[in-house]
């Protein structure tokens, strides 16, 4: 096989750096480490990071990509290549990816969905639901044994949950253990009753619902449709898994792409006065003015005429609608940079009054060292508080944009394109719910989980919640 | 005050001049008109006549910004900048690529998007506000605390859902309304009533929790404490004094959006089949109609000014201290 790196990949993996690099430099400073440790005593904020790394790792997965080996071509020379990209999620799910039956069929079903007219064996026609090439096919006689084989599985299944979540329990009493120097037992204790700074009972305990419905979904996977196949007959488990992926693209290379602009921007502008921030405002006001879809709407189409006359500069199919993907992350980074822009030039000009930055001008740093070096990091968190809490609107804005058609390319696998494809199946006589349901059920999670951890990332670094804070503790005590 | 109104109206100038140069950019120097004709023509039929021919119907086959052919005043307006954008202006829209005209389209297309927006907003603001003010009435008990669960998981749900899951269930299962469909006059409620109200839910989640901080945020205040010390029962502090003062904030979010009623609801008009703009909008985009999406950047635009005025006046209304100089 041949690896194949998007462009979105890329920036996926060079964020992923960022990250640990972020982490490392927080890790070895105290005063910054004090704010993401109330961050970890939040049992919202853990459970909520918990399910976002289940999240980030079905991203990740999908975001390895190559291009597999032609048994065909093998011998010859030079390519041999198949031009269809895959992911290693894909390799992982490939019996669900291959499973394609002829058209919808329910979740767990035997049976196609709609009735065709069959040739029976003795040579006459009759107009019946067809058994399915994949979903249950496993079975002899369908209609006795499917009870019986899916409440197996979905047994099986469970076993398997609770085994995987006894190993990670005891994994965890064991290293708490050796951490504290007490008895596992005493130590699994304090875990359970929350006796620990980092809500680590929050963690296990999201950790046990997951696996508990990972486990049977997993199991019921590899002999039926969990949630049923859509239109052309794809699994829509696979389909929402590899949505995944872009939800998360959308909402971290976004910001990714906006934040440098946001915070030299805002920080000079605020800074520098004059008619830098006369220009930086312009700038501002101008972009904020035209409404967001309608720069999104115009930018997208003109992404796209300069896709489809140059059909020359991409490779494959993957790697063009990889473009319209990133130009879509772009171009929603330039509509959004604006309300962080403003924040920071607000806080900029109030931080530049105060004595540290003075003193900072009067030792004669330059206004490049100053801006970096005392003011940036003051105002870091509202960078991050302003990054995490716009992560769940991107997401939520590109199934919009893919439903009003200038979201992400018709091939890639997203929520939007999901719903944009099932905004009919509701009209359907018997109706057909499961690819909409599974659509909007996983991007709910997603979005949920992202506003929970966002909430208590704020809540742990905006100092201006003092007020409210205060407000609260007055009525309770 | 007046001089105010004027120097802000002067500073839109430049912003709106912005707009259209970016616009300009936008669709006719990144994507030639060339590229936009192939496009519409279509790859296959496509052939240097064919495409001189889409360009002159629509008057997009003269130079951009400079027209050495012509004589006289005519050397800068017959250009496409200054027809196609320079007379957006004066209100000038042109046609869209089905011929019609633009203008007409948005005066016609004007109520249906109002009569949906403006019931919406109201609605919503008058909801929000409520629940947002009962929130805080009852902080730091089990039902802020319920509430503030409810609206978060509420904001977590694709307000896709909310529209399609309200068709089904009140339309199909129901029959309570027309699924969609539009129609003037006193028969408009029943279409009216679904898409207003689907609106309204749709947006209560994230708008009572941030008016729910706005209130708290003054609840912690100094006066509030002084009226609670005045002996003044804690409604009256709610009603009286923490609301007034808590609408400066409230002001600089709602205001502004005012003016962009008029630009419709994308999503609501398209799924409900309302002939308002933002349907209009839709349609150009899926149709690829460069002329009318241009029209909406700059109108849209100019509402958007509009608000950000409305909303500084707003603020002398509520706030006696401020003195727009």
Same mark, same amino acid.
């Given at each position: ?23 490392f ?34 991203g990740?997965?999908d ?27 894909d ?49 002899q ?6 009870g ?7 047994? *099986?299944?469970?076993?398997? =949950? +609770? %085994?995987?979540? /006894?190993?990670?329990?005891? #994994?965890? !009493?064991?290293?708490? $253990?050796?951490?504290w120097?007490i ?13 620990? *700074?980092i809500?680590w009972? =929050? +963690? %296990?305990?999201? /950790?046990?619902?997951?696996? #508990?419905? !990972?486990?049977?979904? $997993? ?28 939800? /998360? ?47 999104i ?7 796209q005429?300069?896709i ?21 992350c772009?171009i ?25 930055v ?34 769940s ?10 439903y ?53 990332v ?20 | 005050?007046l001089?105010y109104?004027v ?47 889409w ?49 007409h ?28 003010l ?11 605390f ?21 068709q ?75 609301l007034k ?23 609501v ?6 002939p ?6 839709i349609?150009?985009?899926?149709a ?12 849209g635009?100019?509402l ?12 002398t209304l ?8």
């Amino acid at each position: 096989m041949m690896p194949v790196v998007l462009w979105t990949d890329a920036l996926v993996f060079l964020l992923i750096a960022c990250a640990a690099g972020a982490g490392f430099y927080v890790g070895r400073r105290e005063y910054l480490l004090a704010s993401w440790r109330r961050v970890g005593e939040s049992r919202a904020g853990m459970a909520a990071l918990t399910v976002l790394l289940a999240f980030v790792a079905v991203g990740l997965l999908d975001s390895l990509h190559y291009r597999p080996r032609l048994d065909v071509a093998a011998g010859k020379p030079g390519g041999g290549y198949s031009t269809e990209v895959r992911s290693a999620l894909d390799a992982l799910l490939l019996p669900l990816k291959a499973a394609t039956e002829k058209t919808y069929s329910a979740p767990l079903a035997t049976h196609l969905y709609a009735k065709e007219t069959v040739e029976l064996p003795d040579g006459s026609q009759a107009r019946l639901f067809p058994r399915l090439k994949h979903g249950g096919a496993h079975l002899q006689d369908a209609e006795a044994k499917w009870g019986r084989d899916v409440a197996l599985r979905v047994l *099986r299944g469970l076993a398997l =949950a +609770v %085994l995987c979540g /006894l190993t990670f329990a005891a #994994l965890a !009493a064991q290293l708490a $253990a050796r951490h504290w120097g007490i008895g596992r037992l005493a130590a699994w204790r304090r875990i359970r009753r929350g006796e620990t *700074r980092i809500a680590w009972n =929050a +963690v %296990l305990a999201t /950790l046990a619902v997951l696996l #508990l419905i !990972a486990g049977p979904v $997993a199991s019921l996977a590899g002999g039926y449709h969990v949630f049923g196949t859509d239109k052309v007959g794809q699994d829509v488990l696979y389909l929402t898994l590899k949505s995944i992926r872009t939800g /998360l693209v959308i909402g971290t290379i976004t910001t990714l792409a906006m934040l440098p602009f946001a915070v030299a921007l805002g920080i000079a502008a605020g800074y520098l006065g004059g008619w830098v921030d006369d220009v930086i405002q312009y700038i501002y006001t101008t972009l904020n003015s035209i409404p967001g879809v309608l720069l999104i709407a115009a930018a997208v189409l003109m992404v796209q005429v300069a896709i489809d006359t140059h059909p020359d500069w991409f490779a494959t199919g993957a790697q063009r609608a990889d473009a319209r993907l990133l130009a879509l992350c772009l171009i929603l980074g330039v509509t959004s940079w604006t309300g962080l822009c403003r924040l920071l030039r607000a806080e900029t000009l109030k931080l530049r009054e105060l004595e540290y930055v003075q003193a900072a001008q009067a030792f004669g740093a330059s206004a490049i060292r100053v801006m970096g070096r005392h003011i940036l990091p003051n105002v870091m968190h509202i960078v991050l508080i302003a990054v995490v809490m716009d992560f769940s609107g991107l997401v939520l804005a590109e199934a919009v944009l893919s439903y009003i058609g200038i979201g992400v390319d018709p091939s890639t696998i997203s929520f939007g394109t999901m719903i944009n494809t099932a905004r009919l199946e509701l009209a359907r006589e018997p109706v057909v719910w499961w690819s909409l349901l599974a659509a909007f059920v996983f991007m709910f999670v997603l979005v949920l989980a992202a506003n929970l951890f966002a909430d208590a990332v704020r809540d742990a670094f905006d100092p201006r919640l003092a007020g409210r804070r205060a407000a609260l503790r007055e009525k309770t005590a | 005050m007046l001089a105010y109104i004027v120097r802000r109206l002067l500073y839109a100038i430049p912003i709106l001049i912005g707009v259209n140069l970016l616009t300009f950019a936008l669709f006719f120097v990144v994507n030639t008109p060339d590229d936009m004709a192939r496009m519409q023509l279509g790859v296959k039929r496509v052939t240097p006549e064919a495409i001189e021919k889409w360009k002159a119907e629509r008057g997009y086959d003269k130079p951009l910004l400079y027209n050495g052919a012509a004589d006289g005043a005519e050397k800068v307006t017959s250009t496409i900048f200054f027809e196609k954008s320079v007379k957006l202006f004066v209100f000038d829209f042109g046609r869209a690529d089905d011929g019609r005209d633009i203008g007409h389209e948005i005066r016609t297309r004007m109520g249906p998007s109002l009569a949906i927006a403006v019931p919406t907003f109201v609605l919503g603001l008058f909801v929000t506000v409520s629940f947002a003010l009962l929130l805080a009435f009852f902080r730091a008990t089990y039902l802020d605390f319920w509430g503030v669960v409810v609206c978060v998981a509420m904001m977590s749900v694709s307000s896709l859902f909310y529209i399609i899951g309200g068709q089904y269930l009140v339309s199909k299962v129901w029959h309570l309304v027309p699924i969609s469909g539009y129609a003037g006059g006193p028969d408009a409620m029943r279409f009216l009533l679904l898409p207003v109200l689907i609106s309204v839910v749709a947006g209560i989640g994230s708008s009572t929790r941030w008016y729910r901080t706005i209130f708290l945020e003054e609840i912690g205040k100094d006066y509030v404490r002084t009226a609670r010390a005045k002996g003044l029962s804690e409604p009256t502090v709610l009603f009286r004094h923490v609301l007034k003062n808590a609408m400066i904030p409230i002001l600089t979010g709602v205001v502004v959006v005012i003016p962009l009623l008029f630009m419709g609801s994308l999503l609501v008009e398209s799924f409900f089949g309302v002939p308002g703009l933002g349907s209009y909008t839709i349609d150009a985009i899926n149709a690829q109609d460069f002329a009318v999406v241009r029209s909406m950047v700059f109108i849209g635009s100019l509402l958007y000014i509009v608000g950000l005025l409305l909303t500084d006046l707003s603020y002398t209304l509520v706030d006696p201290r401020v003195r727009l100089q």
